[in-house]
């Protein structure tokens, strides 16, 4: 298969924090609370993006939204990033697909005021990145999911699959096209 060439790519790409040590993991390893919500990212005939990459933010179980630094420590001998520091919840994730289109973030359950993990996706032949969001649960009352018809507001809601494991789909085109969020410039 031919390389692509800059015509056929969004760019330019530069490799500095792309992605990082442990970038699917704002929450520590271990922590009791985490989830994992993971899915595939197809393009608008179904069919998965192998090259996408994700960022993911979100509040914290407390609903503070100041995250805590540290996803890009460098490492004091070497001067290479060392990634999170595996002990503080960051809530911030950067993922890329692998070559099935798949991603994964294991991260902590938002809070009921802010239930939802914001979601930014970059894809070749995006010249834009969508926003979009994940809840992990339909909440009683909230104004975005309100607004929608049932079907649409179907495409925000990550399937619950058992045992602190969510599934949340991203279709950028299509009959299943996600609801994405236009934010003014």
Do not use: N
């Not at 996408?52 to 990033?81: C, I, M, Y």
């Amino acid at each position: 298969m031919p390389r692509p060439t800059p015509s056929q790519t969004v760019g330019p790409f530069y490799g500095y924090a792309l992605p990082f040590t442990d970038g699917a993991r704002p929450a520590p390893p271990g922590h009791p609370d985490a989830v994992t919500l993971h899915g595939v990212v197809r393009d608008g005939a179904g069919q998965p993006i192998p090259d996408a990459l994700l960022e993911f933010w979100q509040a914290a179980p407390d609903g503070s939204l100041d995250g805590h630094p540290g996803s890009l420590r460098r490492d004091p001998v070497t001067g290479g990033f060392l990634g999170r520091d595996g002990v503080r919840f960051t809530g911030f994730a950067r993922v890329p697909t692998d070559a099935d289109g798949h991603w994964r973030v294991h991260t902590l359950r938002p809070p009921a005021s802010a239930p939802y993990l914001s979601v930014c996706v970059f894809a070749r032949g995006l010249m834009h990145h969508l926003y979009t969001r994940a809840y992990l649960a339909e909440p009683a009352a909230d104004a975005l999911l309100d607004a929608l018809p049932a079907r649409r507001r179907a495409t925000l809601v990550a399937r619950d699959e058992g045992a602190g494991v969510h599934r949340f789909d991203i279709h950028l085109q299509g009959e299943k096209e996600t609801v994405f969020l236009d934010f003014a410039r």
